[in-house]
């Protein structure tokens, strides 16, 4: 199981701690410093059963105004602005889900 985490939001910080207090093993990946590959990235989408502009945060300042729905072009965006990708999202072999 990996978790991607950002330990300034509180959501992450919850999932997190619900983790450890059920005695789950995880890897923590803080993806703000260690961003996915556009490959990493496209595969979580799939197990989501998501579009990349679907789990992307609206009011983070890189938010694309004018980036048409291209799933290539939105993945290459968030890849390179990780700060868009919400957050967390709990990966556990053939599944994944983002915490709320």
Known sequence: ME???????SKSRAAKQ????EGVEYTER???DD??????????L???????WEIARTK????????EHDRAKW????VAN???????IIIDGDSAHIER
């Open 30 to 32: 803080r993806y703000l």
């Open 18 to 21: 619900r983790l450890d207090d």
């Open 60 to 67: 983070e300042p890189a938010y694309p105004e004018l980036l």
């Open 46 to 52: 799939k197990l989501l059963g998501k579009q990349p």
């Open 82 to 88: 990780p700060s868009l990708i919400e957050r967390p």
């Open 35 to 44: 961003a996915p590959t556009e490959e990493e990235l496209d595969h979580v």
């Open 3 to 9: 978790i991607w985490h950002n330990p300034r939001c």
């Open 75 to 78: 993945i290459a965006h968030m």
